[in-house]
């Protein structure tokens, strides 16, 4: 039978984590103004700031390796274009406020509601990032899986920001058209599919470094956020096809373009109505 003991549950959440917790919260506190803010804004400010406060401790305390310093300035890297570009379009784009409002993600909740909701972003926030808060708490000497998760963020990030951009020409050209070029020609979302990919580059990070049941909270926050990009994903269709749906092209790029995950016969996650 599975059983925890207080050493385990000391090795898997130590005191360090709690610290991080609280980066976390402050990354994200502008959940309180919109509460869409927590998992979109205050998501890419809560892993840019744990980011930042790995590489500080571990430049402090001399507690950190390239690779864990690495992997600390890619967060920061993939916070800081992840929230700045959702912040800039939040702000910028009629059409799109347009949009969440429609949904009621722009609504602020009673504080009670949002501060249970702050908490728990923070603590799901704090676990995404814990492969690389471990290797700095485990004092973990580098090795090749470290440097190829790296690389595997690296290259998430790169392909989110083409995505953007590819996304982005796209619509100035034609405002009214979904978007099938570049990436899109691949998945029809690959910036989901780049977000589990980055965190997928965080958990080959840790082979090596993450300690007995610390992989419990590594591989819980994995499934976490690919079912959170999968439900993301499932959403943005429908939006689609109340748009698009009755488009000949778009129902034709949709069935037979993946919708997540490339290379896969994965066209829709939902029975969808086209009349």
Not at 35 to 58: E, K, N, P, R, T
Not at 205 to 234: D, E, R, T
Not at 240 to 257: F, N, P
Request: charged share 15%; hydrophobic share 50%.
């Amino acid at each position: 039978m599975f059983q925890l003991t207080l050493a385990d549950i000391g090795q898997i959440w130590p005191l360090f984590m709690w610290a991080i917790v609280i980066v976390a919260a402050i990354g994200c506190c502008m959940g309180f103004k919109e509460f869409v803010w927590f998992m979109s804004v205050g998501y890419g400010f809560a892993v840019m700031c744990i980011g930042a406060f790995l590489l500080i401790f571990g430049l402090v305390t001399g507690h950190i390796t390239l690779a864990a310093g690495l992997m600390a300035a890619l967060f920061i890297i993939y916070g800081y274009r992840l929230g700045g570009y959702i912040l800039k379009r939040e702000l910028t784009n009629a059409a799109y406020r347009k949009t969440l409002a429609s949904t009621g993600s722009t609504k602020a909740l009673p504080v009670p509601v949002s501060a249970v909701m702050w908490v728990l972003f923070a603590l799901l926030y704090t676990a995404q990032t814990s492969a690389v808060t471990y290797r700095v708490v485990n004092q973990s000497a580098d090795n090749a899986f470290a440097f190829l998760g790296a690389a595997i963020m690296a290259l998430a990030i790169l392909g989110e920001a083409t995505a953007d951009r590819q996304k982005s020409a796209a619509k100035k050209q034609n405002p009214k058209r979904f978007c099938d070029t570049g990436l899109f020609k691949i998945v029809r979302c690959p910036n989901y599919f780049c977000e589990i990919l980055f965190w997928v580059g965080v958990t080959v990070s840790g082979i090596g470094a993450v300690q007995g049941k610390q992989w419990i909270i590594v591989l819980i926050a994995l499934v976490l956020i690919v079912f959170i990009m999968y439900n993301s994903a499932q959403r943005l269709e429908l939006r689609h096809e109340k748009t698009y749906g009755l488009d000949r092209a778009y129902q034709k790029y949709s069935d037979t373009v993946p919708l997540l995950f490339p290379f896969t016969r994965h066209y829709h996650s939902m029975k969808v109505y086209r009349d």
